[in-house]
């Protein structure tokens, strides 16, 4: 992104946030898909690194599971992520959205594939823009 997009006279910048407004030659369409990525997933994301790694490591006995009987022998079980991760403290996680981290887990890879082929797809049309100028 940053080599196509963002400005030559600049270091690649620390964090992706950091790096979208710097990338002025984005186009029109990518800048907005990932803007938008950044507002649905990417905040959120960068609390739960934040949270995992600074304030509240995962360990045993700190998440909540709920543990469901779909038929007489299959169970399924859903592990809760906090709604709130930014509060960095256990004490204040709130559970109401009821979160369960494999179904975002699988949400935010899908959402990674997405955004890297948009990225892919500008790129490989920038590239085809030069090659037709030459």
């Not at 739960?48 to 509240?56: E, F, M, N, V, W």
């Not at 599971?65 to 960095?88: G, H, Y």
């Not at 890297?116 to 049309?125: R, V």
């Amino acid at each position: 992104l940053w080599q196509f997009f963002g400005p030559a006279n600049l270091h690649v910048p620390s964090s992706f946030h950091k790096t979208l407004p710097l990338c002025t030659s984005l186009p029109k369409q990518l800048s907005e898909r990932l803007s938008a990525s950044w507002e649905t997933y990417g905040k959120d994301v960068t609390d739960y690194r934040d949270c995992i790694q600074h304030y509240a490591p995962l360990d045993f006995g700190s998440c909540s599971i709920q543990m469901e009987k779909i038929d007489n022998r299959i169970w399924t079980a859903r592990v809760f992520i906090p709604d709130n991760p930014s509060s960095k403290a256990r004490k204040k996680f709130l559970y109401t959205k009821e979160r369960d981290a494999l179904t975002y887990g699988w949400e935010l890879a899908n959402e990674i594939l997405e955004v890297a082929s948009a990225i892919m797809n500008a790129i490989k049309a920038e590239k085809s823009n030069i090659d037709n100028m030459k």
